[in-house]
């Protein structure tokens, strides 16, 4: 088959992690819109469906949505936003039911594939999620490859396999180059594979790139530590607590503080 350019929205760039926006941040809810529905056709069920599950209000985006699928059950997008939902609503189940259905209607649906693979990698079915990747990469014409491609680096680090864990954010850096997470998760696996000097420089990198990834910030930090740079890991640990105060990996930066603050006694 013919492989075709991916049309449908990109509503999620879903990583293991599923740290990407849906649509906007600030998305808000619609107003004025048709209580039951009644008079509306399927695509402005699904749009509004949509607009909903930006704006985070699930409930109302799964109304909207069972109701575009009635009008319309042959349409991928509507069960690759279905699948989202319920997902969001923490129903696995029906959030792969739904996934299942996006790529049988479309086979190279991309931004379904890379879903449904980051759903398995999440449920521990690594070898499913790995096949659902590397479809979702089979695609020439798939817009966001440095998702699929983190996923499977995301995939290989839990598989221990840190050398093909780091070919792959190679790859998604190749396609992204300032995808921050990319850059973190590399310096992670560099650091397992024994090279402080070049985890350090790729952390940094990540920061760069987005100096609100406080998770970044940590891990630099944490790293100075190790290395003997004690200035550079307070500046960096003090902005972790900036960032995420009062949260669990501030509480960590805080220890090693501490522990930076007796080990100069």
Request: charged share 25%; aromatic share 8%.
């Given at each position: 088959m013919?492989?075709?350019?991916?049309?449908?929205?990109?509503?999620?760039?879903?990583a293991?992690?599923?740290?990407a926006?849906?649509?906007?941040a600030?998305?808000?809810?619609?107003s004025?819109?048709d209580?039951?529905?009644?008079?509306?056709?399927?695509?402005?069920?699904?749009?509004?469906?949509?607009?909903?599950?930006?704006?985070?209000?699930?409930?109302?985006?799964?109304?909207?949505?069972?109701m575009?699928e009635?009008?319309?059950?042959?349409?991928?997008?509507?069960?690759?936003?279905?699948?989202?939902?319920y997902?969001?609503?923490r129903?696995?189940e029906?959030?792969?039911?739904?996934?299942?259905?996006?790529?049988?209607l479309?086979?190279?649906?991309s931004?379904?594939?890379?879903?449904?693979?980051?759903?398995?990698a999440?449920?521990?079915?690594?070898?499913?999620?790995?096949?659902?990747?590397?479809?979702?990469?089979?695609?020439?014409?798939?817009t966001?490859?440095?998702?699929?491609?983190?996923?499977l680096?995301?995939?290989?680090?839990?598989?221990?396999?840190?050398?093909?864990?780091l070919?792959?954010?190679?790859?998604?850096?190749?396609?992204?180059?300032?995808?921050?997470?990319?850059?973190?998760?590399?310096?992670?696996?560099?650091?397992?594979?024994?090279?402080?000097?070049?985890?350090?420089?790729?952390?940094?990198?990540?920061?760069?790139?987005?100096?609100?990834?406080a998770?970044a910030?940590?891990?630099?930090?944490?790293?100075?530590?190790?290395?003997?740079d004690?200035?550079q890991a307070?500046?960096?640990?003090?902005?972790?607590i900036?960032?995420?105060?009062?949260?669990?990996?501030?509480?960590?930066?805080?220890?090693?503080?501490?522990?930076?603050?007796?080990?100069?006694?």
């Amino acid at each position: 088959m013919t492989a075709r350019k991916t049309t449908g929205k990109r509503l999620w760039a879903p990583a293991f992690i599923l740290c990407a926006a849906l649509l906007s941040a600030c998305a808000a809810a619609p107003s004025g819109t048709d209580p039951l529905g009644t008079r509306m056709s399927a695509v402005e069920l699904k749009e509004l469906g949509e607009k909903f599950l930006g704006a985070g209000d699930i409930g109302q985006a799964l109304k909207y949505l069972v109701m575009a699928e009635e009008k319309n059950p042959r349409d991928p997008e509507t069960h690759y936003a279905l699948g989202l939902a319920y997902d969001a609503r923490r129903l696995p189940e029906e959030a792969q039911a739904h996934l299942l259905r996006a790529v049988e209607l479309r086979s190279d649906y991309s931004e379904a594939w890379n879903t449904l693979g980051a759903l398995h990698a999440r449920n521990g079915r690594l070898d499913e999620a790995e096949a659902a990747f590397r479809k979702a990469l089979a695609n020439p014409f798939y817009t966001t490859p440095h998702y699929a491609h983190y996923n499977l680096g995301q995939l290989y680090e839990k598989r221990g396999d840190f050398n093909a864990a780091l070919a792959q954010y190679d790859n998604a850096l190749h396609f992204e180059p300032g995808f921050a997470r990319a850059h973190l998760q590399r310096g992670r696996v560099l650091e397992a594979l024994g090279d402080r000097a070049a985890a350090r420089r790729a952390i940094g990198r990540a920061i760069a790139y987005d100096a609100n990834l406080a998770e970044a910030h940590f891990h630099y930090g944490r790293l100075c530590a190790l290395m003997g740079d004690s200035a550079q890991a307070v500046t960096a640990l003090r902005q972790v607590i900036q960032l995420e105060p009062g949260g669990a990996l501030a509480e960590a930066a805080e220890r090693y503080l501490e522990n930076l603050e007796r080990s100069r006694y």
